[in-house]
């Protein structure tokens, strides 16, 4: 996607060979009018599959989510990284390994809220080793729901989850494919 890789190379910071920071439209202030690209290139990426709901990770997932959701005219479910107080009983937790703050967070999502049969397309901002998409993945699956695909804003191609993701068989469709963050630069993948 032309206008998401421009706003990278134009906005992105790159902090390391590993990590880049976009917090001017995606990860803190957001650009809604590229949000908002971002979820119709999603719904149109998607649009042979049946998706019944959009599922991302709380908070950077939320805003291309919900774009995309409102593009599917679907609704958008957000799974929790804070404890909740409701009782275990009434959630699905999964641990994921955060990569930007190298700690386990309980990820959780209320069991009223996924159903057996339904189609969920996961959607998330970036995608390193693909610990935040297997652990949305399990929590459907573990719900008797079927995964649809994964939707990524900025993929980094070069670190193992879309090849992981894509081996245990989800479709993966990522908007900007980073093949390198060397040398403070950002070299996307070419088709
Ligand atoms: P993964 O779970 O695939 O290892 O990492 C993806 C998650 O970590 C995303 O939800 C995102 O919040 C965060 N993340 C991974 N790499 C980056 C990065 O380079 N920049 C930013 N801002 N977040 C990242």
């Known amino acids: 996607?032309?206008?998401?890789?421009?706003?990278?190379?134009?906005?992105?910071?790159?902090?390391?060979?590993?990590?880049?920071?976009?917090?001017?439209?995606?990860?803190?202030?957001?650009?809604?009018?590229?949000?908002?690209?971002?979820?119709q290139a999603f719904a149109e990426r998607f649009a042979g599959s049946r998706v019944d709901k959009v599922l991302t990770l709380e908070s950077s997932g939320i805003a291309p989510a919900i774009m995309t959701a409102l593009t599917l005219k679907v609704p958008?479910?957000?799974?929790?990284?804070?404890?909740?107080?409701?009782?275990?009983?009434?959630?699905?937790?999964?641990?994921?390994?955060?990569?930007?703050?190298?700690?386990?967070?309980?990820?959780?999502?209320?069991?009223?809220?996924?159903?057996?049969?339904?189609?969920?397309?996961?959607?998330?901002?970036?995608?390193?080793?693909?610990?935040?998409?297997?652990?949305?993945?399990?929590i459907v699956e573990s719900a008797g729901a079927s995964i649809a695909g994964i939707g990524i804003v900025i993929e980094k191609s070069f670190q193992s989850g879309a090849g992981r993701l894509r081996e245990a068989g989800y479709r993966v469709e990522s908007l900007a494919r980073i093949a390198s963050l060397t040398d403070g630069r950002v070299t996307f993948v070419s088709e």
């Open 76 to 138: 958008l479910l957000f799974a929790r990284k804070h404890k909740s107080l409701t009782l275990k009983d009434d959630i699905y937790v999964e641990t994921v390994y955060s990569f930007t703050k190298q700690q386990h967070n309980e990820v959780t999502i209320s069991r009223k809220f996924l159903s057996p049969g339904e189609n969920v397309l996961i959607i998330d901002d970036f995608l390193a080793h693909g610990e935040a998409a297997f652990g949305m993945a399990r």
């Open 1 to 39: 996607m032309k206008l998401l890789e421009h706003k990278i190379i134009s906005e992105g910071l790159v902090l390391s060979d590993q990590v880049l920071k976009v917090d001017s439209f995606l990860n803190h202030m957001v650009d809604p009018e590229l949000m908002l690209a971002v979820g």
